[in-house]
């Protein structure tokens, strides 16, 4: 005798029926996984339109801000440092002959003003919309048209290399431990954000300052996007000028000396 199973068409038994086919596991895991995403989404925006820069644009802000910050701390730590040496000035119990001494190392490490002929180099980004103004070059891509970190140090180098007596950077004195540094299209030195025209200050001998940055490879390389992009370089001369000393700290956090 043959069991039920046997016939076509018979039905097969209640737990047979009951097994969830593959399909319908596989639409119900793409459902869930669905749902996971939304809920994803909707926790990361937390009612904001993730696709608008808003929040590089609060970022932005706030570096402006701590810069801005930070240029009032400096002016306030140059008038503490001010009145600090005029009381010591009036009586440290040192001789003429350590004065002069502390005021020749004072004008070396770039904490006093300095006052000299100068001259003053300017960095700009090129148009947005630049071309290649002469044949053979390629079109410019982006990373061509703006001023990059190696080349505001190839200019603060070629005039240290000219015998500049002390440079300033934007409204900032140059020490030894100052470093020029660019993130994306922006200058930060010594705590401080500055965007482009960037302006470059040297007291020293102009004419050797100016043969010292023609003859500088890295600024020779720097020119030739200067004629065929259009990069921003003006070099003129100031006369006489003062820089200001560095108000800064000048304590070394991340250095020490080798053992």
Not at 156 to 181: F, H, P, Y
Request: charged fraction near 25%.
């Amino acid at each position: 005798m043959s069991n039920s199973a046997d016939f076509p068409g018979k039905e097969s038994s209640p737990a047979r029926r009951r097994r969830p086919r593959p399909v319908r596991i596989l639409t119900a895991g793409v459902f869930a996984l669905a749902g996971l995403l939304f809920f994803t989404s909707f926790d990361t925006a937390k009612g904001t339109n993730i696709r608008t820069d808003a929040s590089l644009l609060k970022l932005s802000d706030l570096i402006h801000e701590r810069s801005r910050k930070n240029g009032e701390l400096e002016e306030a730590n140059g008038a503490l440092r001010d009145d600090v040496d005029s009381l010591a000035e009036r009586d440290d119990g040192s001789t003429k002959a350590e004065d002069d001494k502390l005021a020749v190392l004072e004008e070396r490490a770039g904490t006093q003003k300095l006052k000299g002929e100068a001259i003053t180099v300017t960095l700009d980004d090129a148009p947005p919309d630049a071309t290649a103004k002469l044949p053979g070059y390629p079109e410019p891509q982006p990373d061509y048209l703006v001023i990059h970190q190696q080349d505001l140090q190839a200019v603060v180098n070629a005039m240290w290399q000219g015998g500049a007596e002390g440079i300033k950077v934007m409204d900032q004195r140059l020490i030894s431990t100052s470093a020029v540094r660019c993130v994306g299209n922006t200058l930060i030195l010594q705590g401080r954000v500055y965007s482009p025209p960037y302006k470059i200050t040297a007291v020293g001998d102009p004419e050797k300052l100016k043969r010292a940055l023609s003859a500088s490879p890295a600024i020779q390389n720097y020119m030739v996007y200067v004629n065929v992009y259009g990069l921003g370089w003006q070099v003129e001369d100031n006369g006489t000028v003062t820089l200001p000393g560095y108000s800064g700290t000048v304590d070394l956090h991340y250095a020490k000396p080798v053992e």
